[in-house]
T-cell receptor, first 116, second 113 residues
Framework: AQTVTQSQPEMSVQEAETVTLSCTYD???????LFWYKQPPSRQMILVIR??????QNATENRFSVNFQKAAKSFSLKISDSQLGDAAMYFC?????????????FGQGTELSVKP | DTGVSQDPRHKITKRGQNVTFRCDPI?????LYWYRQTLGQGPEFLTY????????KSRLLSDRFSAERPKGSFSTLEIQRTEQGDSAMYLC???????????FGPGTRLLVL
């Protein structure tokens, strides 16, 4: 069975600085998807960024980028130029490929606070 | 399109009562997922539907839980004889296909007294 681990329960960053959130996963599959979701306080979960395992190039979305190390089974999220609105719980998630699957397997989450 | 909606947003009930939650996915999304999230934890998968067919159920889904998606549109999740351990946020998500991004609703927060 696949597992996702986020070893940082809490992180803090100064506004305009850069922060990196860590995620490791375990799987025997060769093709899969990885995601970072953001869950602001009392608000719904939204997708931040996704990575297909077969792609060697790291995904980027504006200020958000990932460092995907397939051999090490590591998938970290870098937030550049942090903003107050980035404060939230961040969840790393794994999903198998194939039409019969689709469920997301989440890590425990990292609570990010942004200091003005 | 207003996204995934869930009703109610909050529910307080007494132990032993039955509760039912509703999820309306994004229009034309064939896949619908239910997750449960306890405080300080990541969401855990409960079950999912492809149109009206329930294709997978987690072992977390005891026989007190039942989910339906009768016409392949909205879905309901019912918990019978609620227990205090059922207190959690129940999240619904939908996607157009299995490979597409899942979009989440705001969740239903359940408190069992």
């Amino acid at each position: 069975a696949q597992t996702v681990t986020q070893s940082q329960p809490e992180m803090s960053v100064q506004e305009a600085e850069t922060v990196t959130l860590s995620c490791t996963y375990d799987t025997s599959e060769s093709d899969y998807y990885l995601f970072w979701y953001k869950q602001p306080p009392s608000r719904q979960m939204i997708l931040v960024i996704r990575q297909e395992a077969y792609k060697q190039q790291n995904a980027t979305e504006n200020r958000f980028s990932v460092n995907f190390q397939k051999a090490a089974k590591s998938f970290s999220l870098k937030i550049s130029d942090s903003q107050l609105g980035d404060a939230a719980m961040y969840f790393c998630a794994y999903r198998s490929t194939g039409n019969q699957g689709g469920k997301l397997i989440f890590g425990q989450g990292t609570e990010l606070s942004v200091k003005p | 399109d207003t996204g995934v909606s869930q009703d109610p947003r909050h529910k307080i009930t007494k132990r032993g009562q039955n509760v039912t939650f509703r999820c309306d996915p994004i229009s034309e999304h064939n896949r619908l997922y239910w997750y449960r999230q306890t405080l300080g934890q990541g969401p855990e998968f409960l079950t999912y539907f492809q149109n009206e067919a329930q294709l997978e159920k987690s072992r977390l889904l005891s026989d007190r839980f039942s989910a339906e998606r009768p016409k392949g549109s909205f879905s309901t999740l019912e918990i019978q004889r609620t227990e205090q351990g059922d207190s959690a946020m129940y999240l619904c998500a939908s996607s157009l296909t299995p490979r597409e991004t899942q979009y989440f609703g705001p969740g239903t927060r359940l408190l069992v007294l």
